[in-house]
């Protein structure tokens, strides 16, 4: 995604003790065996604050998007516990854990993931249609007047541009009113108005309805607009940073680069 720097409102922010709504002690994540066994993640102690956009960082290579695969259920852990709100999550059976990621967690990813032969407002609502359960309809349109879906709804995937359908994907993590939303470069794929837009939307998601948003990104522009920025490396968080701003966040990322240099 080609970005510039802009800046934004926010509301949100870190002071005061946030409840926590995923945390997790000792954790690592390891592949491979004796000589070769690598270690991605390598004891990493964190807590996700509820009501809060929090960004990962790194290089390549750094465990971020391990670590949010590991936060999400998605991925198996090989020591320490990740819990969701006061939940054990590590050692959860499939269907159990299948069952809490559907319940509880809401996913943004870079590819958009929606099925093409549903429109939009299908593709909101399918999570919760497979699960069962109606939406709420007063929040339902709530949700899609915020990201500015109104129009769009019986639209499929093939007729909305890439932004438009990064939106729908943002409502139907939004729709279902999840405990906390996790996006893996969700501005990826998208141009910098459309990007800024997403990022606009889910922002916007954490100051009026509370949200709990956690996004790995590399974009410097896309974590200025998180209340807190991670950086991981070697599998390790290093460093944080609280209200970033763009530049801040870039000057940061310089900062690494320079010691992984010089290292």
């Known amino acids: 995604m080609t970005t510039a720097l802009t800046t934004h409102p926010r509301q949100g922010g870190a002071g005061g003790q946030a409840a ?11 592949y491979g065996s004796g000589e070769t066994r690598v270690r991605a993640l390598d004891g990493v102690d964190v807590d996700i604050a509820k009501g809060r956009f929090t960004a990962i960082m790194g290089p390549s290579g750094s465990g971020k998007s391990t670590l949010m695969h590991c ?7 090989s020591e320490g516990r990740v819990y ?3 939940d054990e999550i590590t050692g959860l059976r499939d269907k159990r854990l299948t069952r809490l990621r559907r319940d509880r967690i809401g996913f943004i ?6 099925i093409p032969t549903l429109n939009a407002l299908e593709n909101i609502t399918l999570p919760m249609d497979i699960a069962g359960r109606a939406p709420d309809r007063a929040w339902l349109d709530q949700v899609v007047e915020t990201v500015g879906l109104a129009g769009r709804l019986k639209h499929r995937p093939n007729q ?17 009113r999840p405990e906390i939303i996790f ?6 794929n998208l141009d910098s108005r459309a990007g800024a837009e997403v990022l606009g939307f889910l922002r916007t998601s954490v100051d009026r309805f509370g949200q709990t948003i956690v996004m790995v990104t590399h974009d410097p522009v896309a974590a200025s607009y998180a209340d807190r920025v991670l950086y991981l490396a070697d599998g390790r968080i290093v460093d944080e940073m609280y209200e970033p701003t763009a530049e801040q966040v870039l ?7 320079a010691r992984g240099r010089t290292s």
Do not use: H, I, Y
Request: glycine residues 12%; proline residues 2%; without cysteine.
């Open 183 to 188: 996006g893996d470069e969700p501005t990826g």
């Open 251 to 257: 000057d940061r990322m310089k900062d690494f680069d």
């Open 160 to 176: 909305l541009s890439g932004g438009q359908q990064q939106r729908v994907a943002v409502a139907r993590a939004l729709a279902a």
């Open 84 to 86: 969701l709100g006061e």
């Open 109 to 114: 990813f870079q590819a958009f993931n929606l």
């Open 71 to 77: 936060l999400a259920g998605l991925d198996t852990v």
């Open 20 to 30: 926590v709504a995923a945390r997790a002690r000792g954790l690592v994540k390891a």
